[in-house]
């Protein structure tokens, strides 16, 4: 819920031909305006000013594609408490470039805009590691490989893989608990891999990661999958 005393700041926005209201100073203006992104899930991050603890501010949210002159209000984000806002759906071409821009006001104070720097989804966004699964056959293990899901829709609606925008490889590695030993087993692009040679009475545990050879970017690694081999 909006703050009481932050009710005279909403109506800055509103009415902001009222003739008695004075631009804030530089400390109320957003700090660090900028977007994160993973697996093309783009939220846009500020840092309150540095004359008001955060809590005692409201926020307004606008974005556009580069080259548009007009800004469009993010209804959800529009007098908003919060240090940030999920712009996904508003930015879903990865190839594009987008701006977001963030505006303070309180107590019948405002801020100047403060704008992110150019922004695309497709070479700024972070990945995360490949889903894992595991299965054992016999003294071998198959390793399925799956990409992080995302927001991005495909002609059928369903959602558009990560190999659809970016020539991935996947790195797999084994470690032998018994000797403490890690191995690389698998590089290549392919999703289902059969990693064979294992010692017999051996526990391994199986991570992966993935690599994009385009920006020479790598993954944090899965989580380990472990499993015994009689």
């Known amino acids: 819920m909006m703050p009481k005393h932050c009710l005279l700041g909403l109506l800055i926005i509103l009415l902001s031909s009222a003739t008695e209201i004075q631009p804030a ?13 993973r697996n093309f899930h783009n939220i846009l991050h500020w840092q309150a000013g540095s004359s008001l603890p955060s809590n005692n501010s409201i926020y307004f949210v606008q974005y556009k594609m580069y080259g548009q002159s007009q800004w469009e209000d993010k209804v959800d984000c529009w007098g ?8 996904t759906n508003e930015t879903l071409d990865p190839y594009e470039l987008y701006y977001g821009r963030v505006m303070t006001a309180c107590a019948g104070r405002h801020s100047a805009w403060t704008r992110t720097p150019r922004f695309t989804p497709w070479w ?3 990945l995360d590691p490949p889903v894992v699964t595991i299965t054992r056959v016999n003294a071998s293990l198959r390793v ?7 927001p991005n829709r495909n002609q059928s609606g369903k959602n ?13 590695f084994t470690i032998n608990n018994s000797l403490e030993k890690e191995q690389k087993a698998y590089g290549g692009t392919q999703r289902a891999v ?3 040679g294992l010692i017999p ?3 391994y545990c199986v991570v992966a990661e993935m690599y994009q050879p385009m920006f020479d970017r790598r993954s944090p690694r899965s989580k380990e999958r472990c499993v015994h081999i009689p």
Do not use: N, W
């Open 25 to 37: 100073r530089v400390s109320l203006t957003p700090q660090k305006v900028r977007f994160q992104s």
């Open 80 to 87: 908003t408490t919060a240090l940030f806002c999920d712009l």
């Open 124 to 126: 700024e966004t972070k």
């Open 144 to 150: 399925l490989l799956r990409p992080p899901e995302l």
């Open 160 to 172: 558009a893989s990560m190999e659809t925008y970016y020539g991935l490889v996947y790195r797999v």
């Open 194 to 196: 059969e990693i064979e």
């Open 201 to 203: 009475h051996s526990s």
